[in-house]
């Protein structure tokens, strides 16, 4: 018969560990490098919509500028009934 030493079954054992300790690590740089990508295409997308959020900015801002500009005025003031004020209506102030 032959006998089994105390040795022979302790060997077996770090193997097995390290497999698990290598499929672990393996598993969790997989992960983060699902995050790493996920992310960056999160990042893509918040900079396009970024980019048309100035663009929008910039037209509503020209917009603004277009209805406020003194000849539009002007021209829409007489439709309100609006009209330059008479010379003892401006009080200034001192």
């Not at 992310?39 to 893509?44: F, K, T, V």
């Amino acid at each position: 018969m032959k006998r089994r030493s105390k040795s022979g079954t302790k060997t077996a054992l770090p193997p097995a560990l390290l497999a698990t300790a290598i499929v672990l690590v393996g598993f969790t740089m997989l992960m983060v490098r699902l995050e790493v990508i996920q992310e960056g295409y999160r990042l893509s997308a918040l900079r396009l919509e970024v980019e048309h959020l100035q663009q929008d900015n910039q037209r509503l801002r020209l917009e603004a500028a277009e209805l406020s500009s003194d000849r539009r005025l002007r021209l829409l003031a007489p439709r309100y009934g609006l009209r330059a004020p008479a010379p003892g209506q401006i009080v200034i102030m001192r």
